[in-house]
């Protein structure tokens, strides 16, 4: 079983979890066993599954198998709910097996579903967040009966995903994404340095002109405009931790004076560092 599931599991009875992610942080490419279910419940969600790339607004759901590889782009201001449960959960092997290799070529995201499948896979997702917020009994039970009706669901006259089926389309977006793959790795290995859209041109190998297209079509944003966002995001993640104050934050996170930062966190968040510090434990507190 995965780190993460261990890691955020808060059934006992079950191998099950269901999580909230509001941080929207960039999440590279990476498969487990688990079924992993995501339902966009605000602001919009990139991902890519097995290579093909996927855009999500409110309402829209994603299903990743287990063994399915997949990453998410670095989000700003979205929410989303994630339910993974491992194969553990089915007592039979043997009808474990039968039911994945059923689902193996299923649509992976709603936006390929009918009408029908949408709403029944909303109306589950929906009843089991509301089982994570009560303590009555039999929840457990209702839990997985809500699993299980999931899965049979998927297993059975889903619509079939020719994108993954399609071994020449994801070849093409394979070598697209190891690209933007690169390119995400030069900033978080890079966002406390100096760097412009030159520079991650020069890594991929790339003219200018043509990274800043390649960038802003697969992504929807500027390479300029991403770097900023993820540099917001550690400042958040920093001014949580407590450990620097504002002027040690800003010289790590690559903004060239205390005056930008904090004309740049405001315009991204609404608040000021501090205000946004001070917030963050209130709502603890609370």
């Known amino acids: ?36 279910l995501v339902f966009v419940r605000t602001g919009s ?15 829209d759901m994603a299903v990743i198998l287990g063994g399915d590889t997949h990453s998410y782009f670095q989000t700003y201001d979205h929410e989303r709910v994630v339910v993974m449960f491992a194969p553990e959960l089915f007592e039979d092997g043997e009808e474990l097996r039968f039911i994945q290799k059923k689902m193996k070529g299923i649509s992976r995201v709603s936006t390929q579903w009918n009408e029908r499948h949408q ?19 039999g929840r457990n039970l209702s839990v997985r009966a809500r699993l299980y009706d999931l899965v049979v669901l998927l297993a059975n006259g889903f619509e079939q995903d020719a994108q993954q089926r399609d071994t020449q389309e994801k070849s093409a977006q394979a070598a697209m994404l190891a690209n ?10 890079n966002f406390s340095q100096h760097i412009d859209l030159q520079d991650a041109a020069d890594e991929l190998g790339f003219t200018t002109s043509y990274f800043a297209r390649f960038f802003k079509r697969f992504t929807g944003t ?34 060239s004076s205390v005056k930008t930062f904090n004309r740049v966190f405001k315009a991204h968040t609404g608040m000021s560092p501090r205000e946004y510090q001070k917030s963050i434990f209130e709502d603890k507190q609370a």
């Open 45 to 59: 969600v990139k991902m890519v599954i097995n290579d093909v790339l996927y855009t999500l607004g409110p309402g």
């Open 119 to 137: 709403q029944e896979v909303q109306s589950i997702f929906l009843r089991l967040i509301e089982l994570n917020d009560t303590t009555q009994l």
């Open 1 to 36: 079983m995965s780190t993460a599931f261990l890691l955020n599991q808060t059934e006992k009875t079950i191998p099950y979890v269901l999580f909230y992610d509001r941080e929207g942080a960039l999440v590279p490419n990476h498969w487990h066993k688990e079924t992993e």
């Open 222 to 255: 500027t390479f300029m405009e991403y770097l900023t966002a993820y540099r917001v995001g550690r400042v958040q993640r920093l001014l949580a931790e407590r450990r620097m104050n504002v002027t040690q934050i800003a010289e790590a996170t690559g903004f």
């Open 180 to 189: 933007l793959e690169k390119a995400f790795l030069y900033v978080e290995r």
